[in-house]
């Protein structure tokens, strides 16, 4: 099941939509959506390195225009849309002592949560809700997802066919190690 995944994916990549789906996942993962971009990212590239950088381009394009989304409903509409969004994701209660810390380390916060597998929605929606400066945080964002998606594209551009072969060979062990990320994350969230 994996292995048909795993190919469903890589044909996915190859999709002539791929970089529409790719950027609209980006979107969706800044405001709303559990899945980040990497899964279809990293398959993306591996499949054409030679589109590495419009790959990253288009992932940080869609992150920071979801990020936005993500910054309007916390500024917006936090009580009917963040806070269900941050409760689901076990935050709830720690909304009001996370504001008073956040605005004092808003920039570090947006730029550490943009660069991590800590689901980068939680900081885009807080950082509405806290009135972060909007240049600050779009700034910022540019910059973590900016360095989060080239320094992955750059390694798959130069590394691609060893860590393809890498993945395809060890596949149940690449499997693990991204859920253990990804759980991670959100433990991370849960508890911080």
Known sequence: MLRSLYTWTMHLAEH????????LIAFLEASV???????L?????????????????VALCGSVLGGLLGY???????????????ESLGKGDAVADFNTRFNGVGFWAVLIAG????????ITIMSGWTAMPLATFVVTSLLARGLRFYIVALLLWKFGAPIRSFIERRLGLMFVLFCALLLGGFYVVKFL
């Open 72 to 86: 309007g409903i916390g500024a917006l509409a936090f009580t009917e849309l963040g806070q269900p969004i941050l």
């Open 41 to 57: 990212m990293i398959p993306m590239i591996l499949a054409r390195p030679s589109r590495a950088w419009l790959v990253a381009s």
């Open 33 to 39: 959506f559990p899945i980040p971009p990497d899964i």
């Open 115 to 122: 660069m991590t597998p800590f689901p980068y929605k939680v």
């Open 16 to 23: 002539p939509k791929a970089l529409w789906w790719l950027g």
